[in-house]
């Protein structure tokens, strides 16, 4: 058990839908990280987010946004939603964003199928 | 061309071999190298990382990098069906004051006993 909880587990949903992903960090980790796994693309960065602010951005859709509130806990919102959207959602947290990524630590995801 | 190549297999190996995973990668400023192992149904994991060129041990499993190829490996002696998973070749850039991981495709692993 990683410490990294995301809700919900599996989610299917139709074209043109909005969906909210929730993820609860490690216990004293600032950073949390979103990542999109798709069997044709691997794992790809989307957004990170580092005590409530965003730190980087990475391919994520204008159809995708994310927050991280005070509790530090952070929600992926997507919405329009596409066949092609359907995929695995990591969440990861790691104790430091400011400094090397060092070790992340991943939720077990949310399986989002776009019907 | 890819940052990060990796062959996504599938590996399929008896109880006891070696394996050798490779990723191939093209951005010359990647300074630390991460292998994540991923079980099915699970998020990935951190195995071990190694820094610029170099081996590093750590029981069964040996990382190495060889920048002037800019090529990765990982090797595990005695593999154990407990090893079957998908391997991910993970190494670090750094820009803009923050620090990011580029995943390979993983490698899917499967060690009979």
């Known amino acids: 058990d990683s410490g990294v909880t995301q809700t919900p587990k599996h989610l299917i949903t139709a074209t043109g839908q909005r969906v909210t992903l929730r993820c609860s960090p490690r216990?004293?980790?600032?950073?949390v990280y979103w990542y999109q796994q798709s069997l044709d693309q691997g794992l790809q960065f989307l957004i990170q987010?580092?005590?409530?602010?965003?730190?980087a951005k990475g391919n994520i859709l204008e159809r995708f946004s994310a927050q991280q509130f005070p509790d530090l806990h952070s929600e992926l919102n997507l919405s329009s939603l596409e066949l092609g959207d359907s995929a695995l959602y990591f969440c990861?947290?790691?104790?430091?964003?400011?400094?090397?990524?060092?070790?992340?630590?991943f939720g077990e995801g949310s399986r989002l199928t776009v019907l | 061309q890819k940052e990060v190549e990796q062959d996504p297999g599938p590996l399929s190996v008896p109880e006891g071999a070696i394996v050798s995973l490779n990723c191939t990668y093209s951005?010359?400023?990647?300074?630390?190298f991460m292998w994540y192992r991923q079980y099915s149904r699970k998020g990935p994991e951190l195995l071990m990382y190694?820094?610029?060129?170099g081996n590093k041990e750590d029981g069964r499993f040996t990382a190495q990098v060889d920048k002037s190829s800019k090529y990765i490996s990982l090797f595990i002696r005695d593999s154990q069906p407990s090893d079957s998973a998908t391997y991910l070749c993970?190494?670090?850039?750094?820009?803009?004051?923050?620090?990011?991981?580029?995943f390979g495709k993983g490698t899917k692993l499967s060690v009979i006993p």
């Open positions: 990861a947290s790691s104790v430091d964003g400011g400094g090397r990524t060092g070790e992340l630590f």
């Open positions: 216990s004293g980790d600032l950073s």
């Open positions: 987010y580092y005590n409530g602010e965003e730190r």
């Open positions: 951005n010359s400023a990647f300074q630390y």
């Open positions: 190694t820094y610029s060129s």
């Open positions: 993970a190494p670090e850039s750094s820009g803009a004051g923050s620090y990011q991981l580029t």
